[in-house]
Structure formats: C-alpha cells, structure tokens
C-alpha cells in the first residue's frame, strides 16, 4: 500500500486534479443531458477508457522516465515495479469512475451502477494495457497517448465492420455502437483477456534491455608511436 501511495505521490498534483475536473464534467453532463441521450455507454465505455489509457501513458511512464535507468540498476526485476506504477494510477482512475457512476446514478435515478462499471472496466483495462506496453517498450514520451488515441479514433470510425462475423466479439465500444446479438458479455470479457495477454507481453519483454547502437571508443596509443 505504501508503494502505490509513493507511486501516486510520484505522477504529482496535476493528476488527481485532471481527473476530478473530468469526473465533475462528466457529472454536469449527465445531470444536463436528456433523457433521451444513452449516457452509460458515453461516459464509461468510450470517454473513461479513452482518459485510463491517456493516465497510465503520461503519469505512469517506465521507459521514458528520467530515472529509469538508475531504477532498472537498482531493482532485480522491473516488471514488479512497472506493474506497481501502473496498478497505483489505474487503481486511482478506476475510483474516480466510479464516484462518478455514484453521481451520476444519483443525479438520473435511471441508471444502473452495474452496467456502468461493465462497460467502463473491461475497456478501460484493455486501452491501459496497450498504453503501458508502448510505454515499456518504448522511450519515446507521449507515444502511448498517441498509439491509445489513434486506436480509439479508428475504433470508433470503423463500426461499418461490426458487420462483419466475429468482429463484434472484440469491438471496444460495442453497447456504444448497438449490441445487437446481445453479446456484449463476452464482447468485454474478451477485451480482458486481450488486456492480460498485453500484460503479460510486457512481462516477458520488460526485462530485456533496449537494443542501442555500438559505444564509441577511442584507440589508445602505444608509447612512442603517433
């Protein structure tokens, strides 16, 4: 417990603060919106995931850290840690959705506090999951964000292919496009698996050093030659 706190000290004020003023907007929008607006699959399957994936990227950083090198030094196995740090964030995310969901199921009596955290945790599990692989894979800053972000936008231009057989069994943002075989069960339920299958990944390559070019070195002298 008390690494994750320290992990959270770690990523700073700006995080808890992002997060509560997504969690108040998102309340406001639900207490504003009409009633003809399905909300639960807005809130918690597309925007939440979408800012999950965008928290572990920026404030759960491994390779791109500055301290990383002297963190890989000094620990035996760096997977612990990196799945500590990402753990301690999406923990701290994963509470703010779901005082959200209170609010939200108090301010439309409508909605169920089931539903939402059915859509919201598969999905929000699975983008955090190909954020913290691109982030332990690679030192560039932002790109997890980035892959994240370009893999949801295509997720939700492509839903023409929910047409096509099986493709609906791995859709991220199915209850948002239409379950209309009423799969939706095991549509998330494969989006978890996939996400374990990322963790792992990164479990077995985590440990393995970045490929970097040959050092420089500079030829030594003998005595009496130039």
Same mark, same amino acid.
């Given at each position: ?5 320290? @992990? ?25 919106? #009409?009633?003809?607006? &399905? ?13 999950a994936a965008i ?9 791109? &850290? ?32 779901? %005082? ?18 059915q859509l919201y ?19 560039? @800053? ?36 239409? &379950? ?20 792992? %990944? ?9 490929? #970097? ?14």
């Open positions: 417990m008390r690494r994750l706190l320290l @992990e959270l000290k770690i990523a700073g004020i700006n995080f808890p603060l992002v997060t509560a003023a997504l969690s108040l907007a998102l309340v406001l929008f639900a207490a504003l919106a #009409g009633e003809l607006l &399905d909300f639960a699959p807005i809130a918690f399957e597309a925007v939440f995931p979408l800012y928290a572990v990227g920026e404030w759960s950083r491994f390779r791109s &850290d500055a301290a990383f090198e002297a963190i890989a030094a000094q620990s035996p196995a760096r997977f612990p840690w990196m799945l500590c740090r990402f753990f301690a964030v999406f923990a701290a995310v994963s509470l703010f959705a779901l %005082a959200t969901m209170l609010a939200a199921a108090w301010v439309r009596p409508g909605l169920a506090l089931g539903e939402m955290f945790l598969p999905t929000a599990f699975f983008f955090a999951s190909v954020a913290a692989l691109v982030g332990g894979l690679s030192p560039q @800053e932002h790109l997890p964000t980035l892959v994240c972000g370009l893999l949801w936008l295509v997720a939700l231009l492509t839903r023409s292919l929910l047409r096509l057989p099986g493709v609906e069994y791995v859709y991220p943002f199915l209850r948002f496009a239409g &379950d209309q075989h009423g799969v939706c069960l095991w549509s998330k339920a494969a989006l978890a698996g996939i996400g374990l299958l990322l963790r792992a %990944a990164l479990g077995l390559l985590a440990e393995k050093p970045p490929k #970097g070019g040959h050092a420089l070195t500079t030829p030594l002298h003998k005595p009496g030659k130039v």
